[in-house]
T-cell receptor
């Protein structure tokens, strides 16, 4: 079962910041938080990941609370092409490797 | 970098027929994952391999499903016999070192329709 909960949908005005929340209250100390997005019926696309520090890359920023029980993905200037389903995932270690269990995600709609 | 390559992109088959989906991971990636996506169940992890060895196939729905990875550059997911409820988009993903760094790279998927 997924270890994360997300709101099912959100709207955001084009050009504004999109803040997507995620709860992962049962996360373990060495488990990373990953974010992916899926545009229409394409394969999911990696966005960003983090352990406990805030992270930023060319796509987004990831803010993780100090207790690590929740995080927020920030798209600083949302465009219409950012309309997608966004998945927050806790990476689980198993048998010398890792796996991702996808939840239901947040459907973000960027409005013109 | 051609990315993860899946074939075919679309497959329509009759119930009872054997279906084989193919995946070529990114060169140098040593972990490979098969997912299935439906409207009802979302993205489900079916099976994954590390260094060509199956690690966990607990997500495979039934014995009708089987997966192989004969070498580092090729994997197959087979359904025999196929049923209408197997209709879904099947994604393959690969990563280096189980995605410790930049996560998985997904293919474009195979849309399977069983009639």
């Amino acid at each position: 079962d997924a270890k994360t909960t997300q709101p099912p949908s959100m709207d955001c005005a084009e050009g504004r910041a999109a803040n997507l929340p995620c709860n992962h209250s049962t996360i373990s100390g060495n488990e990373y938080v990953y974010w992916y997005r899926q545009i229409h019926s394409q394969g999911p696309q990696y966005i960003i990941h983090g352990l406990k520090n805030n992270e930023t890359n060319e796509m987004a920023s990831l803010i993780i609370t100090e207790d690590r029980k929740s995080s927020t993905l920030i798209l600083p200037h949302a465009t219409l092409r950012d309309t997608a389903v966004y998945y927050c995932i806790v990476r689980v270690a198993v048998s010398g490797t890792y796996k991702y269990i996808f939840g239901t995600g947040t459907r973000l709609k960027v409005l013109a | 970098d051609a990315g993860v390559i899946q074939s075919p992109r679309h497959e329509v088959t009759e119930m009872g027929q054997e279906v084989t989906l193919r995946c070529k991971p990114i060169s140098g990636h040593n972990s490979l994952f098969w997912y299935r996506q439906t409207m009802m169940r979302g993205l489900e992890l079916l099976i994954y391999f590390n260094n060509n060895v199956p690690i966990d196939d607990s997500g495979m729905p039934e014995d009708r499903f089987s997966a192989k990875m004969p070498n580092a550059s090729f994997s197959t997911l087979k359904i025999q016999p196929s049923e209408p409820r197997d209709s879904a988009v099947y994604f393959c993903a690969s990563s280096r070192d189980a995605g410790v760094g930049g996560g998985y790279t997904f293919g474009s998927g195979t849309r399977l329709t069983v009639v």
